[in-house]
Each structure stands twice: as C-alpha cells, then as structure tokens.
C-alpha cells in the first residue's frame, strides 16, 4: 500500500507541474472572480466590480431577485465549470501519464521496484484522482465565499459537487487509464475517451427522456415504453450514470430559488433591447425535454454503477498490463 | 564450476524460450546457471537476445515458456522484485524529480521508513558521487552521471541480485574504473550481479564467469579459464626456418602443432595446442639437438574478444557447452 501512495503522490507532482495544470488554476479564478465581481445596488446590478452597471426596479439589493441571480449564476458554473470544464481539462493532462509510464525507460525503472504492475495502475489513477480534486476544491472554495461574502448564505451543500465531479471523473479517468495501457498513445486514449464521454452522456440522456405519453383509452396519462426506448436503457444501464448524478449534484446544491433564473435572464435589457430572451428560451427549451426528478434510490444506484464501472475498467485495465511486455 | 545445489543459485533457468507477439524468437530454450555472490558477464551481438533475459528476469517480459527460478521465484514472480536492483539501457528519468528525488522515491517504492530512506539517499548519492548534485535533474546530467544514478537507483533496497545493462556504456575512463570498483565491492558485500555489456576487455577484468548469447541460445558459459581451455597453446618461437628441419616438422605435426615463418625467414614459430609442459618438451630438445636458438616459450590463450569473435564467426553453431557445472 506504501508504494501506492508513492506513486500517487509522484503523480501529484507531476501533474501540478504541468502548464495545463495552472491554466486549470488560473482560468478557475477568473471564474470566480467573474461570479465574484457581480453586485447588486440599491439602483440595480453590475459586473466587473462596477465597471459595467444596469439601473434596474427589480434586480437591486435586498430583492428575491438578487438570490435568484446568485442563486442561478452559482448553479451554473458549478455545472458547467466546476463539474464540466474543470474535470475535462485535468483529464487533458492525466491522458499521457499511463502511457509514459508504459515507455521502456521508464517502465524498467518503476514496475521492477513495484511488487504488482497493479499497484503502479492503481497508483497512478489516485494520483490523477487527487490531482482532479484540486482545482475542483479551489473552484468550490471561491464559490462558497463568494455566495457568503454577497448574500450571507454559507451554502455547505456547494460542497457535494466534490465528490460527484470526482465520481464522473474517475469514470473517465479510469478510460483513458485503460485505452493508455491498450494504446501506449496519449493523443489516441484521450480522443477515444472524450468520443467515448459524448457518447455516454448523449446515450445517458436520451435514456433518461420520459417516453410517448399515450393519450387514447384506458392508457390515458401514461408513459408508454417503446421497444426503443427499452433498448436504450438496457444500453445506458452499465455505463457511467452522468446524467443522474449531474441532476442530482444539482437537486443536492440547495440553490433553487423560488423565482427562476431563466424569468431573471428574460428580463434582462440593454437599453431598450431584451438581450436575455434568446437565452432563457434556450434555458426553457433545456427545461422542457430534460427529465423527471431523479429519486435518492436512483441517485444511489448511480454512485453504485459508476463505481462499479470505474472499478471493472481498472481490474480489465491492470489485465491487460499484466499481460503485456513492457 | 562444481554441481550446485539451487538454494546456491542466485539464477537456475532451464529451456527460457521468449517469441514476441510479432514471431521473433528472441529466447531459444536457453539455460543458465548464476551463482549466488559471483559477478556474472552476458556477452553477444546486437540481436542475441541480451536485453530480453535480463527483462524476463526481472519480470518486465513474459516468459513464452520458462522452468527455472530467480533468487528462488519464479522467474516473473513480482515478489522478488525487492531483492533485486536494475539499471536499465536506456533509463528515462522523471522530468519532474532530480537526483534525490528520484532516489527518495526508490526508497518510498521500497517501503523504507522516512529516517531509513534518508540515510540510504546520502549513502547511495555518495557511492554515486552525486552529493553535489542532488539537487539537479537528471535530464542536465551528462550520461555517465546519469548512469551512476541509475546504479544507486537499482541499489536502493540493498537488493541481493543486481542487474546492470550497459553500466558503462557513455561513462569516461576514470567513470568506467569507478564503475569497475563499485561492481567488485558488491562482490564483496555478498551481492550476485549480473553485467551486460559489449566491453569484452570490462567484463574480462571483472566477471567470474561469463556467458557468450547467440540468437537466443547460450553458446558458450563458464570462468574465461574454462572458455579458454581448448585454446591453450604455447608458442615456441627460434631463431632460423624450421620449415627446413624435416624431423622437427614431423614431430609438431604429429603432436597437432602448427609451424610458422616470419616475412624475412628468419624466425620461426611453432603452436602447439596444450597446455601440458610436458608435451612440449620434447619439441624444446629436438630444436636444442638441431642448434635452433630459442628465442621464446610462451604459455598463450586465447583472449574473451578472440573467444568473443571466434563464436560470432562460427555463427554460434558449435554445440553449446555448460562448462560451468
């Protein structure tokens, strides 16, 4: 178990070295300090610490409308940024760790001081896992101060993002650690496992979708399920549950305002043009055909099929290694 | 080499046979003995399959087929990893560690304890005669440097058993000596290593014994003593031409000798293949009876790089011999 923690904490530090590693880092303030430099006035809003200000009768201090905003805007970048970008960008530099370690100059000098080429895979993967969670941290961090510091809500549950992002990460992380050990190539693992995340989540989603809601007869009001649809599920069942755990990171942030973002966005005017309608149509369009409430039990069996996948892809992964000559 | 037991036999390989996915045999049915504490030299051309022993040794290549053990696992177990230490070809070190770090690392791999690991980090860098640069990359090492690094690397757990692939490979003459004296104090602390390398003058200097690789096969194993043996001559070397003597010619012909005629005639020299005095002497009174004046008798043999070139010139053809046990 000691050689594991060395080889993750070796990693760590390899990964934190990388430039990818920091733009992850700095890109991540900027995004905080964006969401942080929004402000309400007792005459309206502004961003930029000021720099840019809109008069506004219902969108000013002390207004419901003010937590929707920050509400709304918080939600957002831990969806997008926190969960999405974020992982995306750390898996950009994990890509190449698996199959540098595989090159012979270096293989030679890691896997015959190791007592199991498992051990090195595990090592690794932890590594990356930690290294996900530290911009991840940073992002959440700034998050909850900024929401404390403009609305006096310490918001813990913001918190909860961590180990999901975490869990949708280690299912991809876990890919691309066995497409490198397949592979041996960076380039190759990374774009077969972002095809491979387009496609689950995509897959995720649809499964997700209610079915035909009959209209004729007995069956009236209920939710017809399609040999295509049955097909679907039966497809999304074994692979990472991105949507379910996404819906529920959501649920479980404790950011629903009672006043939507999406009306807030609407009324949003530049002058004398209605510059949000466009994007909360959008957001509506989003609205209608996402799916119902995901239930504790569903979220449950999620975190469950995740793992699993996680754990199946690294047991197929240190397989394979240890069948290989290195 | 008396029969050993194996419990003496820090490497006992019988019929290792390695064919690569692609179908390239580079291990045919090869055995080997490697004695506990002895220096042990891989000798052969490019393609003899040097580097895949020592890689399905140390676990890194899978056996195809394989009976034999290491330090008493079987070969590819990964439990002997901790007892033994490798240097690599062509190591590669971590971009983002330098000398000590690296060395840190060996010793958290190992499983040492944090005051433990320290010491043997200062210990290690200085049999290296890295102190001064502990705290420099590897990458801005020159290669003997980088080299040296590699054996305190491999000797980070103290292991028993010590593969060095090319350990001078790159490395000055003074490096090289340096190199040379390391190898025999882990001689002397009881440790088994085993040095690949095309240095046939290095391995000769240090190697208790010493196995030739062709394609795949051990030609050849045993001390240079025992390699050389069939080429024991002694050299007779007199004043005139011999060749004139028909007595003289008859005798060394008759004991398989061969004479020889300097470009100027006027020295001659005969090679008789023995190591025995006593067959010589004879020769040495019949000169003396026909008046040659004896420049020269020399006991000769043939050198490793003379052993070394006549096995690639026969192609490894010539049956092999365990003269080791």
């Known amino acids: 178990m000691r050689a594991v923690f060395a080889i993750a904490s070796d990693t760590l530090t390899l990964l934190c070295r990388r430039r990818l590693f920091w733009l992850n880092i700095w890109l991540s303030l900027g995004v905080i300090l964006l969401v942080a430099s929004i402000s309400c006035s007792p005459e309206g809003w502004s961003v930029g610490f000021g720099l840019q200000s809109w008069s506004s009768g219902y969108l000013r201090r002390g207004s419901p409308w003010e937590t929707t905003l920050f509400f709304g805007v918080i939600r957002r970048a831990v969806q997008w940024w926190v969960s999405g970008a974020v992982p995306l960008l750390a898996l950009f530099s994990m890509a190449s760790v698996v199959p540098k370690t595989l090159k012979s100059g270096q293989a030679a000098l890691l896997f015959t001081k190791s007592r199991s080429r498992s051990e090195v895979l595990m090592g690794r993967f932890a ?74 989540i995509a897959l995720q989603d649809a499964a997700s979708r209610p079915g035909e809601i009959e209209d004729e007869g007995e069956f009236k009001g209920m939710v017809r399920a399609s040999a295509g649809s049955v097909a679907l599920q039966a497809l999304a069942w074994p692979l990472p549950r991105t949507h379910d755990l996404m819906e529920g990171l959501d649920r479980s942030l404790n950011l629903h305002s009672p006043r939507l973002f999406r009306d807030l966005i609407r009324r949003w005017r530049v002058g004398k043009y209605q510059v949000g309608a466009a994007a909360a149509d959008a957001i509506d369009a989003n609205e209608e055909t996402s799916s119902e409430p995901v239930t504790p039990l569903q979220l449950g069996e999620a975190v469950m099929v995740t793992s699993g996948f996680c754990g199946i892809t690294l047991v197929m992964a240190a397989m394979m290694l240890n069948r290989r000559d290195l | 080499m008396p029969a050993v037991s194996s419990i003496e036999l820090a490497i006992d390989l019988k019929s290792l046979t390695k064919v690569y996915a692609n179908g390239v045999q580079a291990l045919d049915q090869l055995s080997m003995r490697v004695k506990r504490g002895e220096i042990y030299g891989l000798l052969g051309p490019n393609g003899a399959g040097k580097s895949t022993l020592i890689k399905c040794l140390t676990g890194l290549v899978h056996p195809s087929a394989c009976r034999g053990t290491v330090l008493g696992y079987p070969v590819g177990d990964p439990a002997v990893n901790h007892q033994l230490g490798y240097l690599p070809e062509n190591a590669t070190w971590p971009e983002h560690l330098t000398a000590g770090q690296v060395l840190e690392f060996a010793g958290r791999l190992h499983g040492l304890t944090g005051r433990e690991r320290g010491r043997r980090v200062t210990d290690l860098l200085k049999i290296a005669g890295l102190e001064a640069w502990q705290d420099d990359k590897p990458q801005h090492f020159s290669k003997g440097m980088r080299q040296r690094l590699g054996v305190a690397y491999a000797l980070m757990g103290n292991p028993e058993l010590v593969f060095l692939d090319e350990p001078t490979d790159g490395v000055d ?151 080791g046990d």
């Open chain 1, 127 to 200: 590594g990356g896992l930690l290294f996900a969670a530290i911009p991840t941290l940073v992002c959440l961090i700034g998050l909850f101060l900024t929401l404390g510091w403009r609305l006096g809500v310490w918001e813990w549950h913001l918190f909860l993002a961590l180990p999901f992002t975490l869990l949708v990460f280690a299912a991809l992380a876990a890919t691309t650690v066995m497409l490198g050990v397949l592979t041996k190539s960076a380039s190759a693992s990374l774009v077969v496992t972002l095809i491979f995340a387009a496609s689950v």
């Open chain 2, 173 to 323: 003459p003074v490096g090289r000596k340096e190199m040379r004296d390391l190898i025999r104090q882990l001689k002397r602390e009881g440790k088994t290593v085993f040095v690949n390398s095309h240095l046939l003058d290095e391995l000769e200097m240090i190697c208790d014994r010493m196995a030739i690789l062709m394609r795949g096969r051990v030609v050849r194993q045993g001390s240079l003593e025992e390699l050389t043996l069939e080429s024991c001559r002694y050299e007779i070397c007199v004043s005139g031409n011999l060749l004139l003597a028909p007595g003289i010619v008859d005798l060394v012909q008759r004991l398989g000798g061969t004479i020889s005629l300097s470009a100027d005639g006027v020295e001659s020299c005969i090679a008789l293949p023995t190591r025995r005095p006593q067959l010589v002497q004879p020769v040495v009174d019949a000169l003396r009876h026909e008046s040659y004046l004896l420049l020269s008798v020399t006991p000769a043999r043939q050198s490793l790089e003379e052993l070394f070139m006549d096995a690639i010139r026969t192609g490894g053809q010539f049956s092999p011999r365990e003269t």
